[in-house]
T-cell receptor
Framework: GEDVEQSLFLSVREGDSSVINCTYTDSSSTYLYWYKQEPGAGLQLLTYIFSNMDMKQDQRLTVLLNKKDKHLSLRIADTQTGDSAIYFCAESITGGSYIPTFGRGTSLIVHP | EAGVAQSPRYKIIEKRQSVAFWCNPISGHATLYWYQQILGQGPKLLIQFQNNGVVDDSQLPKDRFSAERLKGVDSTLKIQPAKLEDSAVYLC????????????FGPGTRLTVT
């Protein structure tokens, strides 16, 4: 199966919070990442968390890591229409060259 | 700071033809990556360069794909001959030596093989 799994779609109303979930399989993951991809564009690194952390907050973004369950989530507070994009979860492992293994991406649709 | 530049943005070719993509990384970034992103999937690494040397090309289909970074700056990725399954977006990314976990991606080249 996939090393990194995400649900494919999420639809939210503007102003609500969005929570995008991800599970990974490799227990030796060092860094876990969230990337954003807008239509026709490359990937933008939104945030990352080191595996010895439980939480990281950056403005409207909150990343939660449950290492026991190998579960990562990205919460976007006060979601705006400009947040509509595909969000990729990724992991890189200890001893590697930080090459991320990506999930298939979650398409976030924000409607008024 | 200028981002990662790629060209062309779009390319349509017939199967068995050849194609080349170009990437200019962020100035000063020693590490350069080429990824293949098939529709509906996440990017998958094809090759990683550190300066002008190859670090990892284990996922590069070497019978048809080649890449070079002769002067440690720009890079080209070539496919010869192309197959239908090569239709994808080819993404270039770069990172600085000390912060390899922060990769910066270019806009990609969308290749359609007919």
């Amino acid at each position: 199966g996939e090393d990194v799994e995400q649900s494919l779609f999420l639809s939210v109303r503007e102003g609500d919070s969005s929570v995008i979930n991800c599970t990974y399989t490799d227990s030796s993951s060092t860094y876990l990442y969230w990337y954003k991809q807008e239509p026709g564009a490359g990937l933008q690194l939104l945030t990352y968390i080191f595996s010895n952390m439980d939480m990281k907050q950056d403005q409207r973004l909150t990343v939660l890591l449950n290492k026991k369950d190998k579960h990562l989530s990205l919460r976007i507070a006060d979601t705006q229409t400009g947040d509509s994009a595909i969000y990729f979860c990724a992991e890189s492992i200890t001893g590697g060259s930080y090459i991320p293994t990506f999930g298939r991406g979650t398409s976030l649709i924000v409607h008024p | 700071e200028a981002g990662v530049a790629q060209s062309p943005r779009y390319k349509i070719i017939e199967k068995r033809q050849s194609v080349a993509f170009w990437c200019n990384p962020i100035s000063g970034h020693a590490t350069l990556y080429w990824y293949q992103q098939i529709l509906g999937q996440g990017p998958k690494l094809l090759i990683q360069f550190q300066n002008n040397g190859v670090v990892d090309d284990s996922q590069l289909p070497k019978d048809r794909f080649s890449a070079e970074r002769l002067k440690g700056v720009d890079s080209t990725l070539k496919i010869q001959p192309a197959k239908l399954e090569d239709s994808a977006v080819y993404l270039c990314a770069s990172s600085s030596r000390g912060i390899s976990y922060e990769q910066y991606f270019g806009p990609g080249t969308r290749l359609t093989v007919t």
